[in-house]
């Protein structure tokens, strides 16, 4: 019976499975099928094949699977099976390949899975398996594969595993087991995949492993090892992968390291090695993954390294390499990434550098690297990173980096550069999140282009030679978080505009020639005075500045004309903008006459935001869903369904469609104008950033940023994406929602309380920066009213007081903001935790009980990133208290986040927060 892929769904309860006492084979693999295993399956006796992988399945294994004495193929890989595997499972003599990866199975792996002496595949990886590998897997004498990885097993790796002489592959990765690495590992002369990596494994690499000639794959990396690289490691024929990274190595590099001609990928990065890197690897041009960084090897850069045509990235940073760059770097069309950071590198860049157009990222920084930046790197049109501080250019920069439109991260710190910033530089960097040209010799005045810079974050200016005034278009950096023009020769007054920039956070303007009234802006007012001082004759209430003397009447009149002058302007721009939309509105198009029809007889309103024209943005999302499609869906919420599309400008924006349901009608459309209301109010990096939106019968909708890796709940669900998500991202997460959140309750002219903290509404862009979205029930606080509201949010999120009083404050947002934090930091929804954690003595170390938090697929934590993680874990507590009042300000919790503090600090929160 095959049912795989039929899309059945519901539970297998009430099946007659008696009806088919002859069925051999059962195939009911990627269905959505849920609850437990029927027990009645053990009836099948004549069963050989069961494969039940890719389901919903919970509860336990039912022991009588053990009665199948003929079965040969058990499948049950990706379900959410849980508790012991039965120990009925050693009497399936027959069984050849057993499959119970990615469940949550738990206990120890049972001896009885030695009595299956027919297997040859056993695949047990990612569950919570815990305790020592069992001795009797030596009796699996037929096994060509064993999977054991991403468990909690601990102990050291038997030497029986050494008598498995049939084994191609052997994963043990991702455990807790420590000791050495037994030397019966060299017996396995059948070997081609050997993964112990993120274990605590000390001791050396056995000269045993480097006879293991059949090896295509050896990944050691993240353990406790040391010493030198035995001979004959990498000289296998057909190795592919080397992976030794972080561990403790030392010594030079074997000159067998390529000897077979076929590696590609080799990390050995953070360790220790020492000398020159072998001719092999130089000669090695099937190379494409390689990492060398964060070591100590040496030799002139221009000679050591070859060409290498399929070279997708390669990191030689914090080495001791010297010499020229080679033009032969030009011809690696492929790559993606080149790294020099950190060593003593000569000479010029070269300008066949541009002949690698695929480059995302390039990083020369902190070298001795002189000459001019070639315009040739002008080429790269797919850069995203480029780091060039630290070395001694000189010159200007190319007017040709304009074309680098997709440039996130630009770093051309600490040279010897000069002349004017050029005119159009900002001019098509629409992407830039970060620009640090500090500790150059930039003369003359700031381009508006660059002060104009909507997603730039941090701006750094300092020890230049600019002068002129501050442009006043610095108040569309509505996404600047830190400013530093320090040490210039900047002049006139400050301008009022930058009291519109309410995610700005650290400001410096020291060492200039600036004068008049400080801007009423929280990062100047709460700026210390070294950030100030050192100019003309700024004043204000800012402690050690003088405050401002009141202007004459005639400087009050200048100031009246001031203020009157631009806001006239700006009402005659605004009634032409309407005028012209009016106009748009009734103009009829040919190609699209079924929304000429949709406008005559359904009515409704296009906006037309800074971004786009709000008609053609209609027209081009409609043609870019195909109608809202649902191969372009990419999630379904409360209030509506976000889909993706692709303009023609080749942007990518995420759109989100309302529910057009007739008896809802009301509730969705007060969320769909609750969001606009308060994405519109709302400009920080860490808020998703609304485009526009379109009000219509037909479609109603809002366009935003599109942020590619998806939902927070998505990344901690799907396990190979957990795996990746280390401990500093998930760090970095938690502090950029307390800063959204600081944000919108203490930032904003009335306070605005999401009400719907959860992680599917935490969306990650490529650099996992969390960005908070869905504000359909997002509620702003009258400052002159009691803020009485229905239940809003998600159960198991929502602060226990909105169950009883409906009263919403800030601290709701703060309980919302705990939970998060300890699911991010646990990998899942806490849970059970939670009562535990209000229940919990005061007196246990928190230390002590941080093992029992921690996500378990990524390995323990560095003892600094520990103090930060108990850190947030505290915080997190803090916020779950039943008594709002007692709860943490989201603005003290961004501060003692933004803090760093040393790895034995205690966090210090006062008993009353008001």
Known sequence: MNLTRSGLQGTLHGFSFLSFPNLAYLDLSVNTLFRNIPYQIGYLSKLIYLDLTFNLFSGKIPSEIGHLNSLAVLGLYQNRLEGLIPTSLGNLRKLTFLNLWKNKLSGTIPEEIGRLNSLTELYLPQNNFEGLIPTSLKNLRNLTNLYLWGNNLYGSIPEEIGLLYSLVELDLSQNRLEGLIPASLGNLRNLTVLNLYKNKLSGSIPKEIGHLNSLTSLTLSQNHLQGPIPQGIGGSINMKSLQLYENQFIGSLPESICHGGSLQNFSISNNSFRGQVPQSLKNCTSLERVFLNGNQLTGDISQVFGSYPNLFIID?????????????????????????????????????????????????????????????????????????????????????????????????????????????LGNG???????????????????????????????DLSYNSLTGEIPLESSKMQSLEVLNLSHNHLSGIIPTTFEEMHGLLHVDVSYNE??????????????????????????????????????????????????????????????????????????????????????????????????????????????????????????????????????????????????????????????????????????????????????????????????????????????????????????????????????MHHDCSLPIIHRDIKSNNILLDSQYEAHVSDFGTAKILELDSSNWTSLAGTYGYIAPELAFTMKVTEKCDVYSFGVLSLE?????????????????????????????????????PTPHVKAELIRVVEIATECLNDTPKSRPTMHMISKVLAAAQAPNCSLQLEPSFE
């Not at 930039?442 to 909507?454: A, G, K, T, Y």
């Not at 009634?575 to 198009?589: A, G």
């Open 316 to 424: 030689l940073s914090h080495n001791n390499f010297y010499g020229k760059i080679s033009s032969n770097w030009g011809q690696s069309l492929e790559l993606g990434t080149l790294k020099m950071s950190g060593n003593n590198i000569s000479g010029s860049i070269p300008p066949e550098i541009g002949n690698c157009i695929q480059l995302h990222v390039l990083d020369f920084s902190l070298n001795h690297i002189v000459g001019l930046i070639p315009k040739e790197l002008g080429k790269l049109t797919s850069l995203e990173k480029l780091w060039l501080n630290g070395n001694h250019l000189s010159g200007a920069i190319p007017v040709e980096f304009k074309s680098l439109t997709n440039l996130e991260f630009l770093d051309i710190s600490s040279n010897k550069l000069c002349t004017s910033l050029p005119r159009n």
């Open 429 to 459: 960097f629409s992407k830039l999140n970060y620009l640090n040209l500090s500790h150059n010799n930039f003369s003359e005045e700031l381009p508006i282009l660059l002060m104009s810079l909507f997603h730039l974050s941090k701006l």
């Open 514 to 743: 600036l004068h008049g009234l400080i801007p009423n802006n929280k990062a100047f007012l709460d700026a210390p005075l070294e950030a100030l001082q050192d100019n003309k004759g700024l004043c204000g209430n800012v402690k050690g500045l003088p405050p401002c003397k009141h202007k004459s009447k005639k400087g009050h009149m200048k100031a009246v004309f001031e203020i009157i002058f631009p806001i006239s302007g700006s009402l005659l721009v605004l009634f032409v903008f309407f005028l012209v939309v009016l106009i748009l509105q009734r103009r009829k198009k040919d190609r699209y006459p079924q929304l000429e029809q949709s406008d005559k007889h359904e009515g409704g309103s296009l906006f037309v935001s800074s971004t786009f024209n709000g008609r053609k943005m209609y027209e081009e999302i409609i043609r870019a869903t195909e109608a809202f499609n649902d191969i372009y869906c990419i999630g379904n919420g409360g209030y509506g369904t976000t889909y993706r599309a692709k303009l023609s400008s080749g942007e990518m924006v995420a759109v989100k469609k309302l529910h057009q349901l007739l008896d809802n009608e009301k509730r969705y459309q007060k969320a769909f104008l609750n969001e606009i209301k308060a994405l519109i109010e709302l400009r920080h990096r860490n808020i998703v950033k609304l485009h526009g939106f379109c009000s219509h019968a037909r479609h109603s909708f809002l366009v935003y940023e599109y942020l590619e890796m998806g939902s927070l709940a998505r990344m901690l669900e799907i396990e190979e994406y957990a795996k990746e998500f280390d401990w500093s991202k998930r760090l970095n997460i938690v502090k950029g929602v307390a800063y959204a959140l600081s944000y």
């Open 824 to 860: 991010v930091i646990m990998g899942k929804y806490p849970g059970d935790f939670i009562s535990s954690v209000k229940s919990s003595d005061p007196s246990v170390e928190m230390g002590i009980q941080l093992k029992d938090v921690l996500e378990q697929r990524l390995p323990f």
